[in-house]
């Protein structure tokens, strides 16, 4: 019997003549696809200079385009983020998880701990810092609502603010993540196709993702995640110099928030031009041990027992409550699903095409089963210990009248060193932590100018150094500029612009997910090796 070897090894390409970057064009040392390298820096030019000239006007109109699509897709965003979570444990248990990324006689370009160092710091790390302390005191405090109406500053409250911030850093987000870089890393390695987002719709467009089609995807993609970035690092600058402002007495001024910017942007691009293994894997290891410091740290120094004792709280009031939060009919904290948990489900699929291009790029070698539960199971448990951690302790110096956090959220890039504060040694873990929010958002420039550079590029690769860097220091240019042009107004338009994108992303997804049922299940009917042969 002649079996074909691609076959026996679990590899089945597509029959299709198109090739990674067939459409592109060279220009001044470049190798960019036409037309999506294009149109999108067109995009992008014209949303900064217009941002820059009309900056509030701007925020009014995209943050009115934010409020409308929530307020009349919350259905759509709770609907979808409940099929992806189920979606994604559906594979870990059918047989289609046996499959393996690039074929059975694929090997994993990276260690474990390497691995999932950098899935993490690409996903969620700079969000970590920001949020880790200012979410769980504001649903305590009755900042911006409460989850499910609970009382504020109640024992019961106390419990839902923790279950309610796991919630939405837990399985949902991840789930985002899983299903886009399952299906690229799937169509990608198994099918021959360019590792580009377009790939995934193959099952679904045939031939045509090559054409009108695609490119819209492609350039959708790219102008989500560049505004994502830049919105992020625009942000984390605000945070990092609000603690150099509040540990050394800096001026938190534009000035200290684009020093930042450009320091952080110099280090990306170092890290771009090293490139995957010698740059982001690097840099994702020195984050993962900083953090892991850093982790340890609050949890002893706060109380190791209490600790214990909130992480316990955490993941019952998660489990409890999971159901009601994932449901949206009938609620009646309209004021805190909508301002929060649909507005972070918008946020975390426009981020979708950016993290899952990445870690399809490094999960070469893992079956579909090991590597859903490392992206979705192994990663909700380490935010519930860094939530229970950070979260918990700022909730029990609240409930002991201890610090500024007493007075609830004010600014919230200061809420993480408000409760620093109050542990041993604060000045110098409070640097530790500013340290680590940097060195997390260096890991998310570089991660994501590979992933910008691959989508317009065509799917290649092996793109030109140059084309890496161009993308590296747009991301820090749309920053600084939106920051000193436009300061909050610029920053919030851009974040609006980006949430906003999550709405047509939703069902990008969701017919994701059907493409990638389609192919996966083909191949465990029709592959000898998946069958015993």
Same mark, same amino acid.
Request: glycine letters at 12%; aromatic letters at 12%; a negative charge.
């Given at each position: 019997?002649?079996?074909?070897? &691609?076959?026996?090894?679990?590899?089945?390409?597509?029959d299709?003549?198109?090739?990674?970057?067939?459409?592109?064009?060279?220009?001044?040392?470049?190798?960019?696809?036409?037309?999506?390298?294009?149109?999108?820096?067109?995009?992008?030019?014209?949303?900064?200079?217009?941002? #820059?000239?009309?900056?509030?006007?701007?925020?009014?109109?995209?943050?009115?385009?934010?409020?409308?699509?929530?307020?009349?897709?919350?259905?759509?965003?709770?609907?979808?983020?409940n099929?992806f979570?189920?979606?994604?444990?559906?594979?870990?248990?059918?047989?289609?998880?046996?499959?393996? #990324?690039?074929?059975?006689?694929?090997?994993?370009?990276?260690?474990?701990?390497? $691995?999932?160092?950098?899935?993490?710091?690409?996903?969620?790390?700079?969000?970590?810092?920001?949020?880790?302390?200012?979410?769980?005191?504001?649903?305590?405090?009755?900042?911006?609502?409460?989850?499910?109406?609970?009382?504020?500053? +109640?024992?019961?409250?106390?419990?839902?603010?923790?279950?309610?911030?796991?919630?939405?850093?837990?399985?949902?987000?991840?789930?985002? %993540?899983? /299903?886009?870089?399952?299906?690229?890393?799937?169509f990608t %390695?198994?099918?021959?196709?360019?590792?580009?987002?377009?790939?995934?719709?193959?099952?679904?467009?045939?031939?045509?993702? $090559?054409?009108?089609?695609?490119?819209?995807?492609?350039?959708?993609?790219?102008?989500?995640?560049?505004?994502?970035?830049?919105?992020?690092?625009?942000?984390?600058?605000?945070?990092?110099?609000?603690?150099?402002?509040?540990?050394?007495?800096?001026?938190?001024?534009?000035?200290? *928030?684009?020093?930042?910017?450009?320091?952080?942007?110099?280090v990306?691009?170092?890290?771009v031009?090293?490139?995957?293994d010698?740059?982001?894997? /690097?840099?994702?290891?020195?984050?993962?041990?900083?953090?892991?410091?850093?982790?340890?740290?609050?949890?002893?120094?706060?109380? #190791? =027992?209490?600790?214990?004792?909130?992480?316990?709280? #955490?993941?019952?009031?998660?489990?409890?409550?999971?159901?009601?939060?994932?449901?949206?009919?009938?609620?009646?904290?309209?004021?805190? %699903?909508?301002? $929060?948990?649909?507005?972070?489900?918008? $946020?975390?699929?426009?981020?979708?095409?950016?993290?899952?291009?990445?870690?399809a790029?490094?999960?070469?070698?893992?079956?579909?089963?090991?590597?859903?539960?490392?992206v979705?199971?192994?990663?909700?448990?380490?935010?519930?210990?860094?939530?229970a951690?950070?979260?918990?302790?700022?909730?029990?110096?609240?409930?002991?009248?201890?610090?500024?956090?007493?007075?609830?959220?004010?600014?919230?890039?200061? =809420?993480?060193?408000?409760?620093?504060?109050?542990?041993?040694?604060?000045?110098?873990?409070?640097?530790?932590?500013?340290?680590?929010?940097?060195v997390?958002?260096?890991?998310?420039?570089?991660?994501?100018?590979?992933?910008?550079?691959?989508?317009?590029?065509?799917?290649?690769?092996?793109?030109?150094?140059? *084309?890496?860097?161009?993308?590296?220091?747009?991301?820090?240019?749309?920053?600084?500029?939106?920051?000193?042009?436009?300061?909050?107004?610029?920053?919030?338009?851009? *974040?609006?612009?980006?949430?906003?994108?999550?709405?047509?992303?939703?069902?990008?997804?969701?017919?994701?997910?059907?493409?990638?049922?389609?192919?996966?299940?083909?191949?465990? &009917? +029709?592959?000898?090796?998946? *069958?015993?042969?």
């Open positions: 019997m002649n079996e074909n070897p &691609r076959l026996s090894a679990g590899i089945d390409e597509y299709i003549d198109y090739k990674a970057g067939q459409d592109n064009v060279q220009i001044m040392g470049l190798d960019v696809h036409n037309p999506v390298f294009g149109i999108s820096a067109l995009l992008i030019l014209l949303f900064v200079i217009g941002t #820059l000239m009309f900056p509030a006007e701007a925020k009014e109109m995209l943050t009115g385009a934010r409020t409308w699509s929530i307020d009349n897709f919350d259905w759509l965003f709770m609907i979808a983020g099929i979570v189920i979606f994604c444990f559906a594979l870990i248990f059918l047989p289609v998880g046996k499959i393996r #990324l690039g074929g059975q006689d694929a090997k994993p370009e990276f260690s474990r701990a390497s $691995w999932f160092a950098m899935l993490f710091a690409a996903g969620m790390g700079i969000g970590l810092m920001f949020w880790s302390v200012a979410e769980p005191v504001a649903y305590y405090t009755n900042w911006y609502g409460t989850p499910l109406n609970v009382a504020a500053n +109640t024992p019961e409250g106390k419990s839902l603010a923790l279950g309610a911030t796991m919630f939405h850093w837990g399985l949902h987000p991840w789930a985002m %993540y899983g /299903v886009v870089a399952l299906a690229l890393a799937f %390695y198994n099918k021959g196709l360019p590792l580009t987002i377009r790939s995934a719709f193959f099952p679904i467009l045939g031939n045509r993702v $090559w054409g009108p089609i695609g490119h819209v995807i492609d350039i959708v993609a790219v102008v989500a995640t560049i505004f994502g970035l830049a919105t992020s690092l625009g942000f984390g600058a605000q945070q990092a110099s609000s603690g150099l402002s509040f540990l050394y007495g800096f001026e938190s001024g534009i000035s200290l *928030q684009i020093a930042i910017i450009i320091l952080v942007t110099s990306a691009l170092i890290s031009v090293r490139g995957l010698g740059g982001v894997k /690097v840099l994702s290891n020195i984050n993962m041990a900083i953090a892991i410091i850093v982790l340890a740290f609050v949890i002893l120094a706060g109380s #190791l =027992t209490g600790f214990l004792s909130n992480f316990a709280t #955490l993941l019952g009031s998660y489990v409890e409550n999971i159901i009601p939060l994932s449901n949206w009919i009938g609620r009646e904290d309209e004021t805190w %699903y909508h301002g $929060w948990t649909v507005f972070y489900w918008a $946020w975390w699929i426009s981020w979708s095409p950016f993290v899952g291009m990445f870690i790029r490094v999960s070469k070698g893992r079956t579909v089963r090991e590597f859903m539960i490392a979705l199971l192994i990663p909700t448990l380490i935010c519930g210990i860094w939530m951690a950070f979260g918990g302790n700022a909730l029990d110096q609240i409930q002991a009248n201890v610090g500024e956090l007493t007075k609830g959220v004010g600014d919230v890039s200061l =809420t993480m060193f408000h409760m620093l504060e109050n542990l041993p040694l604060s000045g110098f873990m409070s640097t530790m932590a500013i340290i680590l929010v940097l997390f958002f260096v890991t998310s420039s570089d991660s994501g100018s590979l992933v910008i550079d691959g989508i317009t590029a065509g799917g290649k690769e092996d793109a030109p150094v140059p *084309q890496r860097v161009f993308w590296a220091v747009m991301e820090g240019v749309i920053a600084g500029t939106l920051l000193f042009g436009g300061g909050a107004d610029a920053l919030g338009a851009l *974040q609006a612009g980006a949430v906003t994108v999550g709405l047509p992303f939703t069902i990008v997804l969701l017919v994701m997910c059907v493409g990638l049922y389609k192919g996966l299940h083909k191949d465990y &009917r +029709t592959i000898p090796v998946y *069958q015993g042969a």
